[in-house]
């Protein structure tokens, strides 16, 4: 075989491996942290720009940031039907929620 051909055969072999690699499909990100609360309430929650989206046996809620907090990591988040606190307590794992309709508020801490 002619050296240059074999270069080419070796270039279109890195190309289409890299090619194949980006179709492997996204990497499995970590895991939503898990919040069990009082009243039987679990739920995940991931953090998305200015929105804490919550999946749980309630459904799905996406909540949105809110004014105020004590501190960056003490964060407030709403939507009509809940309130959320995250970011309380000394290691910063526990939040409250709130369901203002029923009323009811639980403590929660994360996993």
């Keep these: 075989m002619k050296p240059c051909r074999a270069a080419l055969l070796f270039i279109a072999g890195v190309a ?3 090619l194949l690699a980006g179709c492997a499909g996204p990497a499995a990100g970590p895991a939503a942290p898990v919040y069990h609360c009082e009243h039987g309430i679990t739920f995940t929650v991931r953090f998305i720009d200015d929105t804490a989206i ?3 046996a309630r459904g799905r809620d996406v909540l949105y940031r809110d ?3 004590t501190s960056p990591a003490h964060v407030f988040y709403s ?3 809940m309130k959320a606190e995250f970011g309380l307590g ?3 794992r526990e939040a409250i929620v709130r369901y203002p309709l029923l ?3 639980a403590r ?3 996993d």
């Design 67 to 69: 004014a105020g907090g």
């Design 79 to 81: 939507n009509p039907r």
């Design 90 to 92: 000394a290691t910063g």
């Design 108 to 110: 929660c801490a994360r």
């Design 54 to 56: 919550l999946d749980g």
């Design 16 to 18: 289409g491996g890299a």
């Design 103 to 105: 009323p009811l508020a």
